[in-house]
């Protein structure tokens, strides 16, 4: 006989002697205090029994209704005291109690020392323990509501759940749909998390004008760090639009750095601006402005300045100037400037560089394609085609500019 019928037939026998024994305590109405003693004891030993019939009714009736099973007819007996069972059920509940209670302060332990992997590993290892019914579950829901009723008013209830949902093994055991209700701090501190970086990027980086190197670099490293890079798969790009303060443009770079990091599994690329210190000369300005058209000297000081400071392996070196002082304002040697010789000849040279730098591109980009000898017509033929693209960047420049000033 296993123990699943061991227990069907003790309870079984044990309901039929309270029968009994109820049914001789009706028929004499005149109850001396013998007879009120022996209900008290019938009344903890259905108590017993109703509690294991509702804890145990999956294992004892396989899944169908327990009654079924109590309420067959067996040969009357004697009531055997429930008190031995449910003594060993106290215990046997006790040892697991303490047994979980130490496994979750454990995970509680590693969560705190920042071992998170291992802590999910460890809480994962739990046995779930014996799947009850429904119905068990709402009963011992009920018992916990009215034995926190029973402690008091309302602002009582609010401190006992406070202090309850507050416990480390509390916290611990929780689903994680109400980790994310009960952890306030957590809460705020994302809200706080956001709006810092909101206004990280449209306060404290915002401008009017191009960036330099370092604050580009610092710009779109921040940017990459914050925006989830499946963002455009999951179609969150206008929520982070939103979130961040940030334009399409920025966040699909961003988006695009990012990937290429995890991708080359490699850390941040420099980001850095072609100088175009190579396309204008200034040394012929430079002539003119101390020429005799555009300013004279200072006869009345005399003495010399130094100007051209450079430094070269930790040597400064300068050249001596005579002070002298602009014939006019600048506007008008602007104007004397722009019919110069000196003029024209920066012209011819930015020009002559502007043709050499695009030169050198096309050739770059026909080889590119897989031409490594194109042909003069070819390189021509791609400068153009670089000249107008170039054209029409700078039509495209003018009006975003014109559209800022007069919207």
């Avoid at 501190?189 to 191009?210: L, N, P, Q, W, Y």
């Avoid at 080889?367 to 029409?392: H, M, T």
Wanted: proline content about 2%.
């Amino acid at each position: 006989m296993t123990d699943q019928q061991c227990t069907i037939e003790f309870l079984s026998e044990a309901l039929v002697s309270v029968r009994e024994e109820m049914k001789s305590l009706v028929s004499d109405l005149n109850l001396n205090e013998e007879a009120k003693e022996a209900i008290k004891v019938m009344q903890s030993g259905i108590l017993a029994i109703l509690d294991l019939v509702e804890l145990d009714g999956d294992d004892l009736s396989g899944g169908g209704p327990p009654t079924s099973h109590f309420f067959a007819a067996s040969p009357a007996s004697t009531l055997s005291s429930p008190a031995p069972t449910a003594t060993a059920k106290t215990t046997t509940r006790e040892k697991n109690a303490a047994e979980l209670r130490s496994k979750l302060k454990k995970v509680h332990r590693l969560a705190n020392r920042g071992k998170t992997q291992e802590a999910r590993a460890a809480l994962a290892k739990i046995p779930n323990g014996k799947k009850l019914q429904s119905r068990s579950i709402e009963i011992a829901a009920k018992e916990m509501e009215d034995l926190l009723l029973q402690r008091g008013g309302l602002e009582t209830v609010r401190r006992v759940l406070d202090l309850f949902f507050d416990r480390p093994i509390i916290r611990t055991a929780i689903g994680d749909h109400l980790k994310e209700k009960c952890q306030r701090y957590d809460r705020e501190a994302c809200a706080a998390m956001v709006e810092s970086i909101k206004h990280f990027f449209t306060g404290t980086m915002a401008t009017r004008g191009r960036r330099t190197d370092l604050n580009r670099n610092v710009f779109y490293a921040a940017a990459a760090a914050v925006i989830p890079k499946n963002a455009l798969e999951n179609r969150q790009i206008r929520a982070v639009m939103r979130l961040t303060g940030l334009r399409h443009d920025a966040v699909s770079k961003a988006i695009a750095f990012r990937m290429e990091m995890d991708d080359h599994k490699q850390g941040w690329r420099l980001l850095t601006t072609n100088t175009h210190e190579d396309s204008v000369d200034y040394t012929l300005l430079d002539t003119w402005f101390h020429s005799s058209a555009a300013s004279t000297e200072d006869n009345e000081m005399k003495k010399q300045v130094r100007v051209g400071l450079t430094e070269s392996e930790g040597t400064i070196s300068y050249d001596l100037h005579n002070r002298r002082y602009l014939n006019a304002k600048i506007p008008i040697l602007h104007k004397e400037f722009l019919d110069s010789t000196e003029y024209e000849e920066m012209q011819r040279n930015f020009k002559h560089a502007q043709q050499h730098k695009r030169r050198t591109k096309a050739v770059r980009l026909l080889k590119q394609k897989g031409r490594q000898n194109p042909s003069d017509a070819e390189i021509s033929c791609e400068e153009k085609r670089l000249g107008l693209v170039y054209q029409r960047k700078q039509a495209i420049s003018l009006a975003k500019r014109c559209a800022y000033l007069f919207v």
